[in-house]
């Protein structure tokens, strides 16, 4: 059931199952199955400016705040002992290309295994710079997260960057008034697999990269549905979160 990530990178990255989970802890790695993982995505480093995001239930999914990293750096090092062989991936976001690239060293310094750069939406160019940043920067394998409504463009663009893979898609950008007033958040829930899932499709047809599914999964068919349409592994995110003794029973059934 193995798979390989990054097929096309020097050192590759091999998983031993198809499912990943995002914003892992040494917390939450305690909390599940390992026998049914294949890597995990650590938070983006937050260094002086971390913060606690909060997570706001809904009915149709939950609302995560955004805001500055949530990890510091002995959450790392202490999710990296914890992982042991279990691959972890470091994440950064692409908000400013140097910024990007210092991130991408420091989390290669710790030992993480690949980086997951967070294409922000509605600037491409921003996306390219950010990508050749961490591309100069290191050598690890780089999978790319494309924003969900640019997903086709931005995949094309993260392979001609370098990519070796790519997450499809990033959780959908809202607003919501949680405390009443309006933040930025981002949108996680089963309503939005059908979204998430024909973005997979479209991308798989027209980019030829592997794909990590991200986004609506709360059960084995969801991720089975994923593959179905072009993936090579699935991710789940919110439901590790609100109910983390639910990610085995998605590993077992793909």
């Not at 809904?58 to 042991?84: I, K, N």
């Not at 463009?153 to 607003?175: I, K, S, W």
């Not at 549905?225 to 983390?244: I, N, Q």
Request: contains cysteine; charged residues 15%; aromatic residues 2%.
């Amino acid at each position: 059931m193995g798979i390989e990530l990054a097929p096309y990178h020097k050192t590759g990255l091999s998983l031993a199952h198809p499912l990943l989970v995002a914003h892992c802890t040494a917390e939450l790695l305690a909390l599940l199955d390992r026998g049914v993982l294949g890597a995990v995505v650590a938070p983006e480093l937050g260094g002086g400016r971390r913060e606690r995001r909060s997570v706001v239930e809904r009915p149709g999914g939950v609302l995560v705040e955004e805001g500055p990293g949530a990890l510091s750096l002995g959450g790392l090092r202490q999710l990296l002992r914890q992982a042991g062989d279990l691959p972890v991936i470091g994440s950064v976001a692409a908000a400013e290309p140097r910024g990007a690239a210092r991130a991408a060293e420091r989390l290669a310094g710790e030992g993480v295994r690949a980086l997951l750069l967070d294409l922000l939406p509605g600037d491409p160019a921003l996306a390219e710079d950010s990508l050749a940043a961490v591309r100069g920067a290191v050598d690890l394998p780089l999978l790319a997260q494309v924003p969900l409504f640019e997903a086709a463009p931005y995949a094309a663009l993260a392979r001609e960057a370098g990519a070796d893979a790519l997450v499809v898609a990033a959780p959908a950008q809202g607003l919501a008034a949680p405390g009443g007033e309006l933040q930025p958040v981002r949108v996680h829930g089963p309503l939005l697999h059908p979204l998430y899932l024909l973005a997979v499709q479209q991308v798989s047809q027209t980019v030829p990269l592997p794909i990590v599914a991200r986004g609506g999964i709360h059960r084995a068919a969801d991720a089975r549905a994923f593959l179905a349409a072009g993936a090579v592994a699935a991710m789940v995110d919110s439901l590790a979160t609100v109910e983390p003794g639910a990610v085995s029973g998605v590993g077992r059934g793909m």
